[in-house]
Every structure is written in C-alpha cells, then in structure tokens.
C-alpha cells in the first residue's frame, strides 16, 4: 500500500470510531455496488464456512455492523463455502450479497430459528438489497417423514421452516440469488413496496407440497421478471392472507417474462384475498407445466379487480388427487370459503394472446354469491385432450365448505356460470386425439348475462352427442 492510501485508510478509520462503528474486520478498501459502499465479510467477523459449524451468529454480526455503516454496506458471504444458518434478520440500507457459488445451509434444528420459522427475516428492512449468484439450500426432503406413494407426494414433518419472510419493507430488491429445495414458502413479501424480483432462479423438489415459488402478499409497485421457477405448489401467486396488522392491499404488480414449472397454478391470484388485489398483470410468461395455467381463486372478502394476462403460453394437466387443480387451463372462480363467509367481487380481467394445451376447461365460474363481472378473452388458443392416467371428469372448488370440494363434471372447452359480460374475441377451442366421454361442448354457459361472441371457433369434442355451443338462462 502506498503512503497516501494508508494516510486515507487511517483517517476514514478514525473517522468511522467516531461514529461508534466496529472498523476491525471491514473491507475499507473493496467497494460495494454503490460508491464509497463499504463490505463486511463474513469471515472476518468469525462465519466458518465449512457446512457443519453454526454460522448464524458471525453473519448476524456482520449484518449489524453494515446497517450502522449504511448508504448500501455489503454484507459479502464469500463464495466457495457453505453457511450453516438458523434465522438470519436482514437491516435496512445493506446489500447482502451472495457472491459466486456461496451457499447458505438451513440448520433442521427448530431451535436456530426465531418464532417466525424462517431462514431469512426482515421487517422495516428500507433500502435492502439482497443479491449474488449464490444460494440457499432449504433441504426440504429433510423436513419430510415420507414420500406417499398412492399419492405422489412428500409427507411434512410438523415443523418446517419457510425460506424468506421480508415484511414492510420499502425499496426492496431482490436480485439472481438461487432458492433451492424449500420446504415451505420460498420468497414471502408481506406489505412491502417499490419491490423489484429481478433473474432470481428458484429450484425446489416438485413433489414437495406448499412450497411456492414468489408471494406477493398486501404488496404494492411490485416488479417481478426474467426468473425461473420450478415449485411444487404455486409459481408466482398474489395474495392478501389473513392478518392480524393491516397491510393494506396487494395493487399495481408486474410479472413478466418468466419460465415457470409447478404441479400446481402457474401464476395464480388467491386464495386468500381477505383485502382488495388490483392491477395486477402477468405478461410474457412460459407455464412449462402445471396443474391450473391461468387462475384466480376468490374465496374471502377482498375484491379482485383490474386483472390482466397477455403474451402467455402453458401446459396444464392432472395430477394426483392431493394436488389442487384438476387440469384446469383458466380458472377464475369466485366460491364463499365457509357457508358463513362474506365474498368480494372479481371484475374487469382480460386475457389476450394466450395459447395453451390443457386437460381440463376454461372455467369462469361465479355462485350466487358473487357473480364474475366483465371478463375478456381475445386471441385464446387452446387445444384439450387427455394424456395422464389421474381420474377426470372433475372440477376442483377447493378450498370451500360452502359448495362440494370435487364436483364430477362435463369438462367442455369454456364453461361460465353467475357471470356478467363476458366477451369471446377471436378465440378457438381444439380437441386433440385422446377425448373422454366427458368432453363435451366448445362453449357451454349457463346464467350468464351481456355474453358476446367475436369469431369465436370450436366444435364439439364428440359432435354426433354436443352441439357446439349450449347456452342456459337459469332463473
């Protein structure tokens, strides 16, 4: 080091005990993404890195000592190693970067964690970016008794912990880090805004059950794009769950340009919509595979409104029976949680430039309740037949003890009920080779009001049984 740069580290040295912040382990000569940022590296305050030894409290300390610094401190976990961690709380105006192949192992100990009963926490956390190419290791297949057999999926133990719990927390940046294997929820943002999810890489086990990929939930100005999700349970799915804080509303989401694979929706709005989600669009997506491509499930008393799906492609088929979803292509319904439940309302959603293959029905489905209220479809593509071995004939109410769960079903290409201005531009209905029985019309309606059909284009998938289109005024 040459003289001056030794004076300059001496003085920015005294100048940082001054302010009461530990200089001892910081990096004062690597700079962070912002300029004049400081880095904290975890080995310096004590982290190991060898997957065996408790690394929670060195990280945590690190982490503590970043947010004094503030003005976008990194907190560096080198790459080349494995952290073991219980609950790390995550402090506003820091980058906590996972650098290179770093890995971060959850403990299976529930005593490392905090009551919230996940990995990484933050609340209030302003200014926080957490970024890197590493990862973290959720070892799902460990929180698990046993694989079912009958129904193809893992059992959960009665503890689990979810990946990411970052609640209020403004100005929020999450960028190519890699979630692998969670055993619950992996990313869950709770009341945050001005959010951006940017090339994030999530790979959990398919046949672990509830372990989602991205949760918005009571979020505004969210962005999220360009990731890759494989989950069991829902992909991408906008929420308003049931709490004790108001949050306020989910509003004014993004999601676009995403690989998705799920054994359930792939971008999904619901069920839980205790408080209103609005202008929300899914644009440029690939569903690869799913149980339900499209789907928004209102089951509380928010309102679901300002809604729209464009540019998409997807596959959905059957799966199991524990699985949600019976190989719907859309489904939007609107179905009291409890007989004793109020229910919102869900209105002006459009669906544009959408092509899918699917086994099951475009289902708009509305209850005496709550009936759906101007839904578009223009330039929809879709082609129906059958080719896994799971029973159908079905569609799926769940979750509700106000109406069956599984109610056996004719499955014809569209199927609307209790809905009000519906519109059919320039869509087709396709059937392929395998047709059940209960393949039925291209377009049945019943109770529906203001419908318009636009060069709309299907026959029936057994023509000498269904005409092509039945439509029903129930009283």
């Known amino acids: 080091m040459k003289r001056r740069q030794a004076l300059q580290t001496g003085v ?164 190519d880090i890699t979630i692998a294997k969670a055993p619950s929820w992996s990313l ?25 990929g991205i949760d918005p939930d009571h979020c505004r100005h969210v962005d999220i794009r360009n990731c890759h999700i494989v989950c069991g349970d829902d992909a991408i799915v906008i929420k308003a769950t049931r709490q004790k804080e108001d949050f306020g509303p989910s509003a004014n989401i993004t999601v676009r340009d995403c690989l998705l694979e799920t054994q359930d929706s792939g971008v999904k709005i619901g069920t839980e919509t205790t408080q209103d989600i609005y202008n929300v669009t899914f644009e440029r997506c690939e569903i690869k595979t799913s149980c339900r491509g499209l ?36 489904s939007f319904t609107a179905i009291p949680r409890t007989p004793q439940s109020k229910i919102g309302v869900i209105e002006n959603v459009k669906v544009k430039n959408v092509k899918g293959r699917a086994e099951n029905s475009v289902r708009l489905n509305g209850t005496k309740e709550s009936r759906l209220k101007n839904v578009t479809f223009e330039n929809v593509d879709l082609t129906f037949e059958r080719w896994t071995r799971y029973p159908g004939g079905l569609f799926d109410n769940r979750p509700t003890t106000a109406y069956p769960d599984i109610e056996p079903h004719r499955n014809p290409g569209f199927y609307l009920r209790f809905a009000d201005g519906v519109t059919l531009k320039n869509c087709t209905v396709k059937w392929g080779k395998n047709l059940p029985d209960y393949y039925s019309h291209a377009l049945e309606a019943h109770d529906v009001t203001g419908l318009k059909l636009k060069n709309f284009k299907g026959e029936a998938a057994h023509p000498t049984k269904f005409n092509p289109i039945s439509i029903k005024i129930e009283s």
């Open 188 to 212: 869950h943002m709770m009341g945050c805004e001005n959010v951006l999810v940017d090339n994030i890489k999530i790979r959990n086990h398919l046949d672990v059950p509830n372990c989602d």
């Open 295 to 330: 789907t928004i499930q209102l089951r509380d008393e928010g309102n679901v409104r300002n809604i729209e799906f464009k540019d998409i492609t997807f596959v959905s088929r059957y799966h199991s029976a524990p699985w949600w979803g019976r190989g719907e292509a859309i």
């Open 12 to 175: 920015k040295i005294v100048a940082l005990s001054a302010l009461g912040i530990a200089v001892g382990p910081v990096s004062l000569l690597a700079q962070g993404r912002k300029k004049g940022a400081l880095v904290f590296n975890v080995l310096d305050f004590g982290a190991v890195g060898d997957g065996k030894t408790p690394d929670t409290e060195a990280i945590q300390k690190a982490i503590n000592e970043a947010t004094k610094a503030g003005k976008g401190a990194r907190v560096l976990v080198k790459g080349g190693r494995k952290y073991l961690i219980g609950t790390l709380d995550l402090k506003p105006n820091i980058d906590f970067h996972l650098e290179g192949d770093a890995e971060l192992l959850v403990s299976t100990n529930q005593n490392d964690y905090t009551a919230q009963s996940a990995a990484i926490i933050a609340r209030d956390a302003h200014n926080l970016t957490i970024s890197g190419t590493g990862s973290i290791n959720g070892r799902a297949l460990e929180f698990m008794t046993h694989f079912d057999e009958a129904n193809e999926w893992w059992i959960p133990k009665e503890w689990r912990p979810k990946l990411f719990i970052l609640t209020a927390c403004h100005n929020l940046k999450v960028r």
